[in-house]
């Protein structure tokens, strides 16, 4: 069973950067196809991006479209998400996530498609 634990996360200034990674242990990402999702308090956790096990198709949540990058790093069993231009909106706790089901671009918005989940990782950007 793998095990997924985020990283990266912090505070920001609106229009700043950050890059989120998601380590594994226990298993191989490649084997999967991975997705990250945030949760803003009082909210439901959303879709973010996903990415099928060759990186050769992603797909964004359209708030985040032109601002995220979704991307693996095979070498590193690694999965990262860069975030540019960040806005207060984006504040949320981002998890990561793995299905070991076949990549489709509609299902892997959905949480339920998700077999293991990392515990989150923290962005603020203040107003």
């Known amino acids: 069973q793998v095990q997924l634990v985020e990283s990266g996360g912090g505070l920001v200034q609106a229009g700043g950067s950050l890059t989120l990674s998601c380590g594994a242990s226990?298993?191989?990402?490649?084997?999967?196809?991975m997705g990250w999702f945030r949760q803003a308090p009082g909210k439901e956790r959303e879709f973010v991006a996903a990415?099928?096990?060759?990186?050769?198709?992603?797909d964004y949540a359209d708030s985040v479209k032109g601002r995220f990058a979704i991307s693996r790093d095979y070498a590193k069993n690694t999965l990262l998400l860069q975030m540019n231009s960040l806005k207060p909106e984006d504040t949320a706790s981002y998890y990561c996530?793995?299905?070991?089901?076949?990549?489709?671009?509609?299902?892997?918005?959905?949480?339920?498609?998700?077999?293991?989940w990392g515990q989150g990782t923290q962005v603020t950007v203040p107003p």
């Open positions: 990415i099928s096990r060759s990186g050769g198709s992603v």
């Open positions: 996530a793995a299905d070991s089901g076949p990549w489709d671009a509609n299902s892997a918005k959905l949480r339920t498609k998700y077999d293991y």
């Open positions: 226990g298993g191989t990402l490649s084997r999967y196809v």
